[in-house]
């Protein structure tokens, strides 16, 4: 099923991703790490939407955004401790992705897209008014860092090597998902959807349970971005935040695996170090996506596969 | 009573000026098959470019022309130089129109700086007027008398003119539209810089009521979404209806249920999804 060569280069992978605090020497780049990681797991989650299903949203946000307020709201003004907090969080998020997905499912295409962006703005407008449940503009802060079970995580590698065991998991999780007979449903219901039909396939559930399975991933990125920054505002579910990860999604290669890792660390490094320098991050971040969209619609991950290819079958012929 | 008859012409006053925005995001829409998410951006540019026309002194009237211009030809650029060069390519177009709203964001937060900033109304419009007994900012009401006039502008331009019937043979069948030798492209460039121009001139006469901020794009930018949602891609009628029942859930949440105004204004949306996913005047299934 997966090949020996496949099996090495993850292997290869996971060293050099478990390696990145030893060799980073300072917490700024291991947080860095931390911060890749998470929205490499956001970016993965919405990949099941985007790459696998064709489903553009413009809404993901919602997902990280509520999971990471339940937890906060959840730890601090119910006093719950953290494993209990962080599972009615996902609980409280998977339901809105399943009342979210019926409704913007009454539409494909563009219209889901437009569907997606206002359910979004709705969640957004609601975190910045609805005063007294979420701080408005301040947010909620002050939310420690749990140990799960005797794990401190509050040290900057400690928390780094708790996203990658929770990248891992993501990854693997992901992966046999879009792998299994399911997972060729939904490429099936992407590329074919009349023949799909015509096979007795429900494509309408398909969408459905997929868009639930990515917005429940969606919300286990948002737990680790909310006890990452120990904090929550409105920022997180802003169509910002979405369009960033659309980006990272494109940007690295939609509907591969390493796409979304490799569009997150591309899009975070670049924001931080540009972010360093100017403030003009988001005029930047403009500008990528209009290049990006223009020159590599097909993303960093298959161009570079593309090109490899090419360099490979010259040398192949040519014999240089 | 009184309060009944303000609130009913604020609704109105805001419904004329989502109207300005929806109309020309529908009939983008409606022809090209793009969801323009610039559109937002492009009515709070027309603001700030408003802003600094009045600010040397200019009439107002003529600001708001000269700001809808200004936004006309940069729509037409957009259209011409990003938007061509991807056609064919709808997903690509919409993310390159995101793309593009970002950018315009940015550079407006860098040239007029983070501050809400109120634009001057008309000096004559200053004041207010009794209406059926209660008193009434004259401004608005002369807001809610633009937008008629724009609306049934455009009316008369897409039912009665030549041009017209092109558009809505595009928005009806492109393919066909195209084979019976319609300029299919020009009408791209003219519809989406008059959409662009139309949401520069609602942001400039939205000015003094709503001012302009950082963010008044990304605010706009889902009402737009949501009247067209409710009425219906591609149609005027449908933009109009969509636009005044938007204005009046917003304006009477806001007075009744402030803290959940934003959240109401979006269940009619809901409701037509789950009853009529193509919008209660809708041309085009979408």
Known sequence: ?320 | MGFWITQSLNSLALGGLLFTLSAGFSLIFGLMRIANLSHGAYFMLGAYIGLTLLRTGMNFWLAMLLAGAAMAIFGALIERFVLRRLAGRTLSQVLATLGIAFMIADACLWIWSGDPMPLPGPASLEGAVPVLGARFPLYRLAVIAVAAVIYAGLLLVVERTRIGAMIRAGVDDLDMARAVGIPVKTLFTAVFALGAGLAGVGGVIAGPILSVYPGLDADMLPLALVVVILGGVGSLTGAAIGSVVIGFIYTFGQALLPDLAYVILFLPMVLVLVARPRGLFGRVTT
């Open chain 1, 1 to 320: 099923m997966i090949s020996p060569r496949v099996l090495a280069r993850l292997a290869a992978e996971a060293i050099a991703l478990a390696a990145v605090p030893l060799v980073a020497g300072n917490d700024y780049y291991v947080n860095l790490g931390s911060q890749v990681l998470i929205a490499a797991i956001f970016a993965m989650s919405l990949n099941i939407l985007v790459g696998y299903g064709g489903m553009t949203s413009l809404g993901h946000a919602a997902y990280l955004g509520v999971s990471a307020y339940a937890t906060a709201w959840l730890a601090q003004r119910m006093g719950m401790g953290p494993l209990a907090a962080g599972a009615c969080a996902l609980a409280i998020t998977t339901l809105l992705a399943a009342f979210y997905g019926v409704l913007a499912l009454r539409a494909s295409g563009l219209g889901f897209l437009m569907i997606t962006l206002a359910l979004g703005q709705i969640l957004w407008g609601l975190a910045y008014r609805w005063v007294a449940v979420t701080g408005g503009d301040n947010g909620l802060s002050g939310l420690a860092r749990p140990a799960p079970f005797g794990w401190d995580l509050g040290s900057a590698t400690a928390f780094y090597y708790f996203s990658l065991a929770v990248f891992g998991i993501a990854f693997a999780a992901i992966g046999l998902f879009v792998g299994s007979p399911f997972g060729a449903s939904l490429k099936g219901a992407r590329d074919q959807p009349r023949r799909m039909r015509a096979l007795g396939y429900n494509v309408w559930l398909i969408r459905w349970i997929s868009f639930v399975v990515s917005g429940f991933w969606g919300g286990v990125a948002g737990l680790l971005y909310v006890y990452y920054n120990n904090f929550i505002s409105p920022h997180a579910l802003s169509l910002t935040q979405s369009a960033e990860a659309l980006l990272m999604v494109i940007a690295g290669g939609p509907a591969t695996l390493l796409g979304p890792l490799v569009g997150a660390a591309l899009v975070i490094v670049m924001k931080n170090v540009v972010s360093a320098y100017v403030e003009r991050w988001t005029l930047l971040l403009g500008a990528v996506f209009v290049a990006i969209v223009i020159f590599l619609p097909d993303g960093l991950v298959p161009g570079a596969q593309r090109l490899w290819a090419r360099w490979a079958s010259r040398r192949g012929k040519g014999g240089r």
